[in-house]
Antibody, heavy 121, light 107 residues
């Protein structure tokens, strides 16, 4: 059974940093692209970033480019999202998700339960 | 960016009703369109991929159709457990974008 467990969320001041983690199990981690999707309180879904199965290709929504970095550690079966220069508008529930294949824009076939990031002074 | 417009934004229907949600893309996305269900307080769940393919384990009362810019999601006979918000998503071009969601309620 595929399991994705996010951690690392919390309360941070504007301009601060956080690193989110997503521990994966139940599948061959290196064989699938992974993604982060966020959902602001009471709002819809917003794609944030994706990484290919090899980790060699990464993609970001414009609003986080230059501030967020996605990465993966195959030895630990873990996906990361390093978030720097955080803004109030980054406040959201952050989900990690597994894609259906190696490509960074395949359907999102499994999701974690999310970790909450709150950016506030 | 490709804009995805869902209609309606909210919908109230009775158990057993046929429910239809539409999604329109701002440009041709072929059939690179998925549908997700998000129940209250839960993570989203993939129901339909590539416009019309039913994800494994998803009940057959759910279906999708369309190509190009116009897509339809249908529940053939609404069940109480279908209370959720439904999102379309295009994956033809980056950035991947979602529709604004359709909140489905039971009358």
């Amino acid at each position: 059974e595929v399991q994705l467990l996010e951690s690392g969320g919390g309360l941070v001041q504007p301009g601060g940093s956080l690193r989110l983690s997503c521990a994966a199990s139940g599948f061959t981690f290196s064989s699938y692209a992974m993604t982060w999707v966020r959902q602001a309180p009471g709002k819809g879904l917003e794609w944030v970033s994706s990484i290919s199965g090899s980790g060699g290709s990464t993609y970001y929504v414009d609003s986080v480019k230059g501030r967020f970095t996605i990465s993966r550690d195959t030895s630990k079966n873990t996906l990361y999202l390093q978030m720097n220069s955080l803004r109030a508008e980054d406040t959201a529930l952050y989900y990690c998700a597994k894609l259906s294949g190696l490509a960074a824009w395949d359907p999102f076939t499994a999701w974690g339960q999310g970790t909450t990031v709150t950016v506030s002074s | 960016d490709i804009q995805m417009t869902q209609s309606p934004s909210s919908l109230s229907a009775s158990v057993g009703d046929r429910v239809t949600i539409t999604c329109q893309a701002s440009q041709d996305i072929s059939n690179y369109l998925n549908w997700y269900q998000q129940k209250p307080g839960k993570a989203p769940n993939l129901l339909i991929y590539h416009a019309s393919n039913l994800e494994t384990g998803v009940p057959s009362r759910f279906s999708g159709s369309g190509s190009g810019t116009d897509f339809t999601f249908t529940i053939s006979s609404l069940q109480p457990e279908d209370i959720a918000t439904y999102y379309c998503q295009q994956y033809d071009n980056l950035p991947i974008t979602f529709g604004q969601g359709t909140r489905l309620e039971i009358k």
